[in-house]
């Protein structure tokens, strides 16, 4: 397979579901880049998963192309460097996890001399306890599938990883194992193209996320720009502050950061900020006014403003998007 | 070629499968076992009823894997299962069909051979007059046949749809019966005809009634070639469905014709690239988006 900078291209992409009057997807064109995490955002039906049952060969397309590497999805050697993790684990319940992982190792292509010592090692790293790796896979939760999942979608080191909603089900510890293991991939190169709605996760982990909606990618946004967005910046101040002229501090700090007090109370104030570097003017001259701040942290992430579809107006013009 | 973790997984889940455990069983031992403790069959002939053995097991199998697919559709909707893990792996989509057929070849073919072993052994087919050379060709006879109803069970597995999946499994059972039975239709359908019965609806004055007067009161005028056309077809279909092969009258017939073989080899061919163009043509939707 030839290397490209652009490893996954997909061009202007169409698809059509029978007895649906919109099309699944409306002529989505995008690009992700070899070792980066690409992550897909939208609401219910946007047309995430169509598009990566589209990017997995799963799905026919009826119009517009994919390629992976200069290849067809369905290529067998694209097959050979891909991991896919599916929304709801669905896996084969009659196989203990110890040997639902060893059958995919095999499908994988994994060395037999190797399988039961790299099994183990995958089930250790996805922390499935070890009473439960002799378990039938019926019978376990959907926490635990996830994590069995989450290691049959990496065993066979792939170097492209599709994961739909890795998080979805698991207990705290196991979010942050799986956000531990995403960052570990993108420190050995891989690239990945996740779905989820943890949008904490995506923005800790993507390098890029795209917002789908309706079949179409409404924006795509580079998430090491993140502090240059606008947002809303929250500040508490010490209960014990008994300052009568807060109010008026407050103001003042605002007025001269060039940011819009929202909301103000004894406790907490709200500014819009225009991005990270005027958020650090607001609290550099909060302390030069002597306000004593307790904490200060952006009211939403700018991801979660756009999945609630309530930008900044300044910010829309600002997203590197393609709209379609 | 062949997907080894495929196909051990497959026999693996067969053996696993309680329901299908439990009618082979009954298949392989239950069947002989009565006919091996009670050798006084009155009714049937000796070849009729070796023949039986075959039919009786494939609808039963049929029958059990009918009701698994039904369960199956009811608990999954259709629309999500594993096989999206499968396909997305380093995998040629023949080499999943061809293990899968040769799995369900194995299982299907040890039974037989098993139930063959049996009755051979207990002296059940020497009392029903089986000569040795008829018993001999019995074995090979049902491993052709385990492959070439695996072929077919393969392609309509293959089926996008678990309607389409039952379908294709009430079509077969239909196909087999009438491959099987069409002795006992009482219309003559071409080459498939028993002398005795059509001697008696001729004698009854049936075929006669049928062709003047009840068909074309139903049908109108042109009813009866209508009805042997539609038998021509019906029986062509029960032929590639579930195609006959007796190795024994085969190689005694003169002159001999490799005809039924290649039937045969051209049925199971066609049956597994029918479902390899299937596997390679659907669309796997591991979830509702």
Same mark, same amino acid.
């Given at each position: 397979?030839?290397?490209?900078?652009?490893?996954?291209?997909?061009?202007?992409?169409?698809?059509?579901?029978?007895?649906?009057?919109?099309?699944?997807?409306?002529?989505?064109?995008?690009?992700? *880049?070899?070792?980066?995490?690409?992550?897909?955002?939208?609401?219910?039906?946007?047309?995430?998963?169509?598009?990566?049952?589209?990017?997995?060969?799963?799905?026919?397309?009826?119009?517009?192309?994919?390629?992976?590497?200069?290849?067809?999805?369905?290529?067998?050697?694209?097959?050979?460097?891909?991991?896919?993790?599916?929304?709801?684990?669905?896996?084969?319940?009659?196989?203990?996890?110890?040997?639902?992982?060893?059958?995919?190792?095999?499908?994988?292509?994994?060395?037999?001399?190797?399988?039961?010592?790299?099994?183990?090692?995958?089930?250790?790293?996805?922390?499935?306890?070890?009473?439960?790796?002799?378990?039938?896979?019926?019978?376990?939760?959907?926490?635990?599938?996830?994590?069995?999942?989450?290691?049959?979608?990496?065993?066979?080191?792939?170097?492209?990883?599709?994961?739909?909603?890795?998080?979805?089900?698991?207990?705290?510890?196991?979010?942050?194992?799986?956000?531990?293991?995403?960052?570990?991939?993108?420190?050995?190169? $891989?690239?990945?193209?996740?779905?989820?709605?943890?949008?904490?996760?995506?923005?800790?982990?993507?390098?890029?996320?795209?917002?789908?909606?309706?079949?179409?990618?409404?924006?795509?946004?580079?998430?090491?720009?993140?502090?240059?967005?606008?947002?809303?910046?929250?500040?508490?101040?010490?209960?014990?502050?008994?300052?009568?002229?807060?109010?008026?501090?407050?103001?003042?700090? $605002?007025?001269?950061?060039?940011?819009?007090?929202?909301?103000?109370?004894? *406790?907490? $104030?709200?500014?819009?900020?225009?991005?990270?570097?005027?958020?650090?003017?607001?609290?550099?001259?909060?302390?030069?006014?002597?306000?004593?701040?307790?904490?200060?942290?952006?009211?939403?992430?700018?991801?979660?403003?756009?999945?609630?579809?309530?930008?900044?107006?300044?910010?829309?013009?600002?997203?590197?998007?393609?709209?379609? | 070629?062949?997907?080894?973790?495929?196909?051990?997984?497959?026999? /693996?889940?067969?053996?696993?499968? /309680?329901?299908?455990?439990?009618?082979?069983? &009954?298949?392989?031992?239950?069947?002989?076992?009565?006919?091996?403790? @009670?050798?006084?069959?009155?009714?049937?002939?000796?070849?009729?009823? #070796?023949?039986?053995?075959?039919?009786?097991? &494939?609808?039963?199998?049929?029958?059990?894997?009918?009701?698994?697919?039904?369960?199956?559709? +009811?608990?999954? =909707?259709?629309?999500?299962?594993?096989?999206?893990?499968?396909?997305?792996?380093?995998?040629?989509?023949?080499?999943?069909?061809?293990?899968?057929?040769?799995? +369900?070849?194995?299982?299907?073919? %040890?039974?037989?051979?098993?139930?063959?072993? &049996?009755?051979?052994?207990? =002296?059940?087919?020497?009392?029903?007059?089986?000569? @040795?050379? &008829?018993? !001999?060709? =019995?074995?090979?006879?049902?491993?052709?046949?385990?492959?070439?109803?695996?072929?077919? !069970?393969?392609?309509?597995?293959? !089926?996008?749809?678990?309607?389409?999946?039952?379908?294709?499994?009430? %079509?077969?059972?239909?196909?087999?019966?009438?491959?099987?039975?069409?002795?006992?239709?009482?219309?003559?359908?071409?080459?498939?005809?028993?002398?005795?019965?059509?001697?008696?609806?001729?004698?009854?004055?049936?075929?006669? #009634?049928?062709?003047?007067? !009840?068909?074309?009161?139903?049908?109108?005028?042109?009813?009866?070639?209508?009805?042997?056309?539609?038998?021509?077809?019906?029986? @062509?279909?029960? @032929?590639?469905?579930?195609?006959?092969?007796?190795?024994?009258?085969?190689?005694?017939?003169?002159?001999? +014709? #490799?005809?039924?073989?290649?039937?045969?080899?051209?049925?199971? +061919?066609?049956?597994?690239?029918?479902?390899?163009?299937?596997?390679?043509?659907?669309?796997?939707?591991?979830?509702?988006?």
């Amino acid at each position: 397979m030839t290397v490209n900078e652009n490893l996954i291209v997909v061009d202007k992409l169409i698809k059509a579901y029978e007895g649906r009057p919109d099309l699944a997807l409306k002529g989505i064109s995008v690009e992700v *880049k070899e070792g980066e995490c690409f992550g897909l955002l939208g609401p219910n039906g946007a047309g995430k998963t169509t598009l990566m049952g589209c990017l997995l060969g799963l799905l026919n397309p009826d119009g517009g192309s994919i390629s992976i590497g200069g290849l067809d999805p369905n290529d067998y050697a694209v097959r050979e460097i891909i991991g896919f993790l599916p929304e709801r684990p669905n896996f084969e319940n009659w196989l203990t996890a110890r040997e639902f992982i060893e059958y995919h190792h095999a499908l994988a292509g994994g060395d037999k001399s190797t399988r039961s010592k790299d099994v183990e090692n995958m089930l250790r790293r996805v922390a499935l306890q070890e009473d439960a790796w002799s378990r039938k896979t019926g019978k376990f939760s959907r926490g635990m599938l996830q994590r069995l999942g989450l290691a049959q979608a990496l065993i066979g080191n792939p170097k492209i990883i599709f994961l739909d909603e890795p998080g979805s089900g698991m207990d705290p510890p196991g979010v942050t194992l799986l956000r531990e293991i995403l960052l570990e991939l993108k420190r050995s190169n $891989a690239t990945i193209v996740l779905n989820s709605h943890h949008l904490d996760e995506m923005e800790r982990i993507c390098d890029r996320v795209a917002f789908i909606k309706n079949g179409e990618i409404q924006a795509i946004k580079t998430m090491s720009d993140e502090s240059d967005y606008p947002h809303v910046l929250r500040l508490r101040f010490l209960p014990s502050q008994a300052d009568t002229q807060l109010q008026e501090k407050i103001e003042r700090v $605002a007025l001269a950061t060039g940011s819009t007090l929202l909301e103000f109370d004894k *406790k907490s $104030a709200r500014l819009a900020v225009a991005s990270g570097e005027a958020a650090s003017k607001v609290i550099q001259s909060c302390i030069e006014n002597q306000l004593q701040i307790q904490s200060a942290s952006p009211e939403s992430t700018s991801l979660e403003r756009l999945f609630t579809q309530l930008p900044l107006p300044s910010e829309t013009a600002r997203l590197d998007g393609h709209a379609e | 070629m062949l997907s080894k973790p495929i196909y051990l997984q497959t026999i /693996k889940k067969i053996l696993n499968h /309680k329901m299908i455990m439990f009618a082979l069983i &009954m298949l392989g031992f239950f069947i002989p076992f009565s006919l091996i403790l @009670n050798p006084q069959n009155p009714s049937v002939s000796a070849v009729e009823s #070796w023949d039986a053995f075959s039919i009786s097991a &494939m609808s039963a199998l049929l029958i059990v894997t009918a009701t698994n697919s039904i369960g199956t559709a +009811l608990t999954l =909707g259709g629309r999500s299962d594993y096989m999206p893990l499968i396909v997305t792996r380093p995998l040629h989509r023949f080499q999943y069909i061809i293990a899968k057929w040769l799995a +369900l070849s194995t299982v299907i073919i %040890a039974v037989s051979l098993l139930q063959q072993t &049996m009755l051979t052994v207990s =002296g059940a087919y020497a009392r029903w007059g089986l000569t @040795n050379e &008829m018993i !001999l060709a =019995g074995f090979p006879e049902r491993i052709i046949s385990g492959l070439s109803v695996a072929s077919v !069970l393969t392609m309509i597995y293959s !089926l996008p749809k678990q309607s389409l999946v039952l379908c294709g499994i009430i %079509a077969f059972e239909i196909a087999t019966g009438i491959s099987i039975f069409s002795m006992s239709i009482a219309f003559p359908l071409p080459e498939q005809t028993s002398d005795v019965s059509t001697t008696i609806v001729t004698i009854l004055g049936g075929d006669q #009634w049928a062709k003047t007067t !009840l068909l074309p009161a139903i049908f109108g005028g042109r009813a009866f070639s209508s009805v042997q056309q539609y038998a021509t077809i019906l029986v @062509n279909v029960a @032929n590639f469905l579930a195609p006959q092969i007796h190795l024994y009258d085969m190689f005694t017939a003169k002159p001999f +014709l #490799w005809t039924p073989f290649l039937e045969v080899a051209s049925n199971m +061919l066609l049956s597994l690239t029918i479902a390899s163009a299937i596997l390679n043509a659907r669309e796997y939707h591991y979830d509702s988006d």
